[in-house]
């Protein structure tokens, strides 16, 4: 019997032991929404939808309060949805306690965008599989545009790739009733494939079900992409801008040295309050902390991707402060090129991850070397693979 035949043989008695088609009869009317009996369990059988009820209702209840409030008092609904009232841009160097307050009401204005990339990169790590990889591409044309009025045209076509992408995922995890007693074609076909691969590729499966909860993260990433997008329409509005500051880009031909000709604020080196202090420290040696990190992403792990962040931390760190010295367009050619290095390093792995979590006893047979070249082992639970101390004696 060659391999071939061992293999689907394995699968069909995988088949028989995990699928619901072959387990026992399934009732339809699960499928179509039907609530499971609680069993005197009702609390815990209803706490998210009790939850949900909640939420909303302590929503709606906040928002007609303040709408009472305001039309007693005679007050206008403000331009930008804020917390403190009376506290603009003028007033972001006053102090500590007013840049909290102002960063309270305006955090996300002011850093929306980095939010939303992060939670798109917490996304691709969370997921890692052929969706994560879709997403990873979708980052590299969005910060392709590099501009922040670029990103922002394009911003509404990938908040709809977003939305869209969890709406197809959401039917993937419904799937087809499995009253019709008929299996997916990925499993009944002359080859069919793994659960590695029918995971990896989040395919429905009835032995295999897509996992449901990743749709949460997609979730999240088109929450904070829908409001990124508000923030990118409201910055465009005169009164926003009065009363939050603009968020348009430095000019990339000027140079560092004449700076404080279009700085409206005093010098902040001369420490005159703890809010100077912590800006010495945010704008004088956030430099060498982003370094520490890149060095530590370099270093955790010996493979060829890890190889350009320590060219690169070595590089930057060859110049020095130097660097920071140099004209805006050639310091955001560096960090731009460091970027779109990162970016294509989590869209490789991403890619890399479909052999180290479907295919890995192939490449301990025949591709050991690619294995130790990228350091590739699945990083996601729910896969049937060998456990690391099996790997490290195969690949030793």
């Given at each position: 019997?060659d391999?071939?035949?061992?293999?689907?043989?394995?699968?069909?008695?995988?088949?028989?032991?995990?699928?619901?088609?072959?387990?026992?009869?399934?009732?339809?009317?699960y499928?179509?929404?039907?609530?499971?009996?609680?069993?005197?369990r009702?609390?815990?059988?209803?706490?998210?939808?009790?939850?949900?009820?909640?939420?909303?209702?302590?929503?709606?209840?906040?928002?007609?309060?303040?709408?009472?409030?305001?039309?007693?008092?005679?007050?206008?609904?403000?331009?930008?949805?804020?917390?403190?009232?009376?506290i603009?841009?003028?007033?972001?160097?006053?102090?500590?306690?007013?840049?909290?307050?102002?960063?309270?009401?305006?955090?996300?204005?002011?850093?929306?965008?980095?939010?939303?990339?992060?939670?798109a990169?917490?996304?691709?790590?969370?997921r890692?599989?052929?969706?994560?990889?879709?997403?990873?591409?979708a980052l590299?044309?969005?910060?392709?545009?590099?501009?922040?009025k670029?990103?922002?045209?394009?911003?509404?076509?990938?908040?709809?790739?977003?939305?869209?992408?969890?709406?197809?995922?959401?039917l993937?995890?419904?799937?087809?009733?499995?009253?019709?007693?008929?299996?997916?074609?990925?499993?009944?076909?002359?080859?069919?494939?793994?659960?590695?691969?029918?995971k990896?590729?989040?395919?429905?499966?009835?032995?295999?079900?897509?996992?449901?909860?990743?749709?949460?993260?997609?979730h999240?990433?088109?929450?904070?992409?829908?409001?990124?997008?508000?923030?990118?329409?409201?910055?465009?509005?005169?009164?926003?801008?009065?009363?939050?500051?603009?968020?348009?880009?430095?000019?990339?031909?000027?140079?560092?040295?004449?700076?404080?000709?279009?700085?409206?604020?005093?010098?902040?080196?001369?420490?005159?309050?703890?809010?100077d202090?912590?800006?010495?420290?945010?704008?004088?040696?956030?430099?060498?902390?982003?370094?520490?990190?890149?060095?530590i992403?370099?270093?955790?792990?010996?493979?060829?991707?890890?190889?350009?962040?320590?060219?690169?931390?070595?590089?930057?760190?060859?110049?020095?402060?130097?660097?920071?010295?140099?004209?805006?367009?050639?310091?955001?050619?560096?960090?731009?090129?460091?970027?779109?290095?990162?970016?294509?390093?989590?869209a490789?792995?991403?890619?890399?991850?479909l052999?180290?979590?479907?295919?890995?006893?192939?490449?301990?047979?025949?591709?050991?070397?690619l294995?130790?070249?990228?350091?590739?082992?699945?990083?996601i639970?729910?896969?049937?693979?060998?456990?690391?101390?099996?790997?490290?004696?195969?690949?030793?």
């Open positions: 019997m391999d071939g035949e061992v293999e689907l043989r394995g699968n069909m008695v995988e088949l028989l032991r995990r699928s619901i088609l072959y387990i026992e009869p399934v009732d339809p009317v499928w179509c929404g039907a609530l499971r009996k609680c069993e005197g009702i609390l815990p059988c209803l706490r998210n939808h009790l939850m949900v009820l909640g939420l909303l209702a302590f929503e709606v209840t906040v928002h007609r309060h303040q709408l009472y409030f305001r039309l007693h008092n005679d007050l206008k609904l403000p331009p930008f949805s804020i917390i403190f009232q009376g603009t841009r003028q007033h972001l160097d006053h102090g500590v306690l007013p840049c909290i307050k102002y960063f309270i009401n305006f955090f996300y204005y002011r850093f929306g965008l980095e939010i939303s990339l992060i939670v990169v917490n996304v691709i790590g969370q890692m599989d052929f969706y994560a990889l879709l997403h990873s591409c590299l044309a969005v910060l392709s545009r590099r501009r922040r670029a990103i922002g045209e394009v911003w509404p076509k990938y908040c709809c790739f977003t939305a869209g992408l969890m709406v197809l995922q959401y993937l995890c419904i799937g087809i009733p499995p009253a019709f007693c008929v299996d997916y074609p990925w499993r009944t076909a002359a080859q069919p494939l793994t659960s590695n691969v029918i990896w590729f989040y395919l429905p499966d009835f032995a295999m079900r897509p996992n449901p909860s990743f749709i949460f993260y997609d999240l990433l088109l929450l904070c992409s829908s409001l990124q997008w508000q923030v990118f329409e409201e910055e465009n509005r005169a009164a926003v801008r009065l009363l939050a500051g603009d968020n348009v880009e430095i000019s990339r031909s000027l140079d560092p040295c004449s700076f404080n000709q279009f700085i409206p604020v005093d010098n902040f080196l001369h420490c005159r309050c703890y809010l202090m912590v800006k010495v420290f945010v704008f004088s040696y956030f430099f060498w902390l982003v370094l520490c990190l890149i060095f992403t370099g270093t955790t792990r010996i493979n060829i991707f890890c190889l350009g962040y320590l060219v690169a931390c070595f590089y930057f760190m060859l110049f020095g402060g130097s660097v920071l010295m140099q004209p805006v367009r050639y310091i955001l050619r560096l960090w731009d090129w460091l970027i779109g290095y990162t970016c294509f390093v989590i490789m792995k991403n890619l890399l991850s052999g180290s979590c479907a295919y890995l006893d192939s490449l301990l047979k025949n591709g050991c070397w294995i130790q070249a990228f350091s590739m082992f699945c990083t639970k729910g896969y049937d693979v060998r456990k690391k101390e099996t790997l490290y004696k195969i690949m030793l």
